[in-house]
């Protein structure tokens, strides 16, 4: 939506289940939504078969959905644990924190009034740009009333339903604690005269629906010409012989395609990101494991059964009835196989595989750093009683850690960095998303921008992605802007733990979910970022310590409004500094003294440093003098512009850049290795960015 705003499309049509509209009320807690006018359709208020919408090119019709009650999905609810939890003041906040800090007026008669003080507020020097988006707002809801929309909750974003679909709404019985799934809708190509469907079945009850729908029987038929359908249902379920039963009807020209490869998929979306992914790997097995495999067996194999993102041509056919459905997507071919992708690289830098080889020596002569030093009696007893249940554990082979993650466990307290983009993500860095594992097994996660999930999956594999998830003790989220927290909903939703999440945040995120998990039937504790540190509840107290944790803290940083950075201490001695977004500040310099790892974000070079400026981000430069400045042991860089996909060009003073690392996607780090970085930097360059190399020595 933001994206469409910023290309100037005026007007955007939302058509879903029930509750669409309820998740996209929600975002009014932390995006600035002015424009574009978003209407939606709840189908819940429209019969079978009957057109939710129309343009020149499709229309798009309402088969089937299923309605599902909340409060019988899940028996757990959301927990607000804030100030009043304890019935304290936190005194190191330095406002007080409001429920919800963006939202708009609620009544038409302030709006205006309201409006004007809001944006006085936020011009911050007098921005065209805010005035420009006050009066677009106005228009809109002037211009609402006479094209029979109505605001679809209250006048405070542009939000907008049909006039009937509003008085259906607010006639129901359900009410807001009802959602509903959407199973089958259909797409009309009107330039072929054909159709496409789509296909989401939750689970083999709602089968029956498929079985009587007159609409699905008319498409059946060749007449009608639905020419594709594609499968969004679980893998499970699609091979199971009713399902089958079911969309065996179909003529055989229509093409059926399952997005739902099932366990042994391993699926990339790019093959340049497939060909940093193997170059990578090749500095360090270890550092760069490749993305999971199902199949793979003992051993490091030479090739591997990875798929790119499938894409689908439709074309005229040799008749009228069914067009011609061709998979457009690329095959990996020789991006599949890893001797290929180094041979081709040996090839283009003749003295590139000594190099290498050298790289990977010192690599693996440097001795690990020993972070053992203020373990105390509980901290052993806790790790005892983690490696017991493990142990119990065993008994069950389904339950026995991947290699990947046995090995993260030995090797002890390990940082993954699941994304390292900022903003939009792009083929080569996904949004933040950094997994801090403990050697106990559990695990905290700070930040969680769009497609976090999807990284576990990739990098751990569907069954131990459920169980890393699981292991999580805590989320912390920096600050409200989407690409730090538009991944939560996911992870929360494929949590199947019963022990309590905690999700910390800052308030608009809070309020933000808030509304939003109830609507998916997922529970957590919602504390915000600056009550957790200072809050004594039992919860609390227990979730750090079951991670090891004798200390924890967020505090302000420069940025959007509540923008925090966090501390953390170890029982054993180290200390973690995550700086979230920010420009370079004093709460940092003080929080970071003498840490064990700083990971900074690092946004701009140094010649955009008037961005950074403007967007309240640190250029290289100045990420590389925090880490200098705060004496740290080990700085790794992160959250870069998306401008730099690959080895950005650090200048700085030798001390400190033989202490930084650049991360990438899928770097796994253990806290013991941070002595390595200097090393592990060289041969990232060496087949990233190969330069003109001299002699091997």
């Known amino acids: 939506m933001l994206r469409l705003s910023q290309d100037g499309h005026g007007q955007l049509e939302v058509v879903g289940a029930q509750g669409i509209g309820s998740y996209l009320h929600a975002l009014r807690h932390f995006v600035r939504w002015l424009h574009p006018k978003v209407v939606v359709t709840e189908c819940q208020h429209v019969q079978a078969g009957e057109v939710v919408y129309e343009d020149d090119t499709i229309t798009v019709f309402h088969h089937l959905h299923q309605q599902c009650v909340v409060s019988e999905r899940k028996r757990h609810r959301v927990e607000d644990l804030g100030t009043k939890d304890t019935g304290k003041t936190c005194h190191a906040l330095s406002q007080p924190i409001e429920k919800a800090s963006f939202c708009l007026p609620v009544t038409r008669s302030d709006l205006h009034g309201r409006l004007d003080a809001f944006f006085a507020q936020q011009q911050q020097g007098g921005t065209s740009q805010v005035n420009e988006g006050m009066h677009i707002h106005r228009k809109l809801l002037s211009d609402a009333k006479t094209t029979n929309l109505a605001p679809f909750s209250d006048e405070s974003v542009s939000l907008f339903c049909k006039q009937a679909e509003r008085r259906q709404m607010e006639s129901s019985s359900a009410g807001s604690s009802e959602v509903s799934d959407l199973l089958c809708f259909e797409i009309h190509l009107k330039s072929l005269g054909s159709s496409l469907l789509f296909v989401d079945c939750k689970d083999v009850a709602a089968l029956s629906a498929f079985e009587n729908n007159p609409n699905l029987s008319a498409l059946q ?11 969004f249902t679980k893998h499970t379920l699609c091979t199971s012989t009713r399902y089958q039963a079911v969309f065996g009807k179909f003529v055989s020209q229509v093409r059926q395609i399952f997005l739902d490869k099932g366990p042994t998929s391993s699926t990339l979306g790019h093959h340049s990101a497939l ?7 090749m500095v360090s097995k270890e550092h760069f494991p490749v993305p999971y495999q199902h199949s793979q067996g003992r051993g490091e194999p030479e090739a591997w059964d990875l798929e790119l993102l499938e894409k689908y041509i439709i074309k005229p056919g040799m008749d009228s009835t069914h067009p011609i459905v061709e998979s457009g997507a690329m095959p990996c071919g020789e991006l599949n196989d890893m001797s290929a992708v180094r041979t081709a690289l040996f090839e283009e830098k003749t003295d590139l595989e000594q190099h ?5 020596e010192k690599l693996e002569s440097i001795p690990p750093a020993i972070l053992s030093g203020a373990c105390t009696n509980k901290s052993a007893a806790q790790k005892l009683r983690e490696k017991l249940y493990r142990g119990a554990c065993a008994a069950d082979p ?6 990947k993650v046995r090995t993260m466990v030995q090797q002890g307290p390990s940082i993954v960095f699941l994304g390292t983009g900022c903003a939009e993500p792009s083929k080569y860095r996904a949004s933040s998303g950094i997994l801090v594992r403990m050697d106990c097994g559990r695990g905290l996660l700070m930040d969680a921008g769009e ?3 999807g990284q576990f999956v990739r990098f751990f594999g569907p069954s131990m992605a459920e169980r890393v998830v699981n292991d999580l003790e805590i989320i912390w989220i920096s600050h409200k802007h989407a690409d730090h927290i538009l991944g939560i909903l996911s992870i ?12 910390v945040c800052p308030g608009q995120v809070r309020s933000w979910l808030e509304e939003t998990m109830p609507l998916q039937g997922s529970s957590c504790k919602l504390v915000h970022c600056e009550h957790f540190a200072h809050d004594q509840s039992l919860a609390h107290r227990a979730a750090l310590e079951r991670l090891g944790l004798k200390e924890w803290s967020s505090f302000r940083v420069i940025h959007c409004e509540q923008s925090y950075g966090l501390v953390m201490k170890h029982a054993d001695g180290w200390k973690l500094v995550y700086s979230g977004d920010t420009r370079p500040c004093r709460n940092l310099q003080i929080a970071a ?5 700083l990971i900074h974000e690092a946004t701009f070079e140094e010649e955009l440093k008037s961005h950074a400026l403007r967007k309240k981000h640190c250029t290289w430069r100045e990420a590389l003098e925090a880490g200098r400045l705060c004496n740290v042991q080990a700085l790794v860089l992160t959250h870069f512009s998306q401008r730099y996909p690959k080895v950005p060009a650090l200048e700085g003073p030798s001390d400190i850049l033989d202490r930084t690392l650049v ?10 290795d941070i002595t390595r970085v200097a090393a592990l930097m060289q041969g990232i360059r060496l087949v990233l960015d190969p330069p003109t190399l001299p002699p091997p020595s």
Do not use: M, N, Y
């Open 663 to 672: 991360a990438f996607d899928g770097l796994h780090l253990p806290l013991s």
């Open 221 to 231: 038929s060749a007449e009608r010409g639905c020419c594709a359908i594609f499968h």
């Open 593 to 597: 003294r003498d840490a064990t790892v």
């Open 275 to 281: 060909r940093t992914t193997w170059k990578l790997h």
């Open 398 to 403: 389904a339950t026995l850690p991947t290699d």
């Open 492 to 503: 929360v939703a494929h949590r199947t733990a019963t022990a309590p999440l905690h999700v």
């Open 451 to 453: 497609g976090t999930w």
């Open 356 to 360: 290498l080889r050298q790289a990977r």
